[in-house]
């Protein structure tokens, strides 16, 4: 499949399109029944952490750390879900199947 060269630049164009798009949406995980909240970006960056203040025990922080590390690891899974999803997006208006 060749492409010309204003074709591949339609491709960057829908590409930056596609990262812009990722960048402003969020995707949320929480834990301990809403009490860890996390909001990250299409990017996998952290854009914020909410701890409820009576999950706060210093007596067990292993249970806060735990709830945390499972807020987190949902969002990041909920944001690769979104990145794929416009990727995918981009890809199949390509004409390219499969990834």
Excluded: C, W
């Amino acid at each position: 499949m060749g492409l010309n060269p204003k074709g591949i630049r339609q491709i960057q164009e829908q590409l930056l399109r596609v990262q812009d798009e990722l960048a402003n949406k969020t995707v949320e995980g929480t834990a301990g029944g809403g009490m860890v909240r996390v909001v990250m970006n299409g990017h996998q960056e952290l854009k914020e952490i909410t701890i409820a203040p009576e999950v706060v025990d210093p007596a067990d922080i292993a249970l806060l750390q735990d709830m945390i590390m499972a807020a987190v690891n949902q969002a990041v899974a909920l944001s690769h879900e979104l990145a794929d999803r416009g990727m995918g997006s981009l890809l199949g208006g390509l004409g390219i199947r499969g990834f």
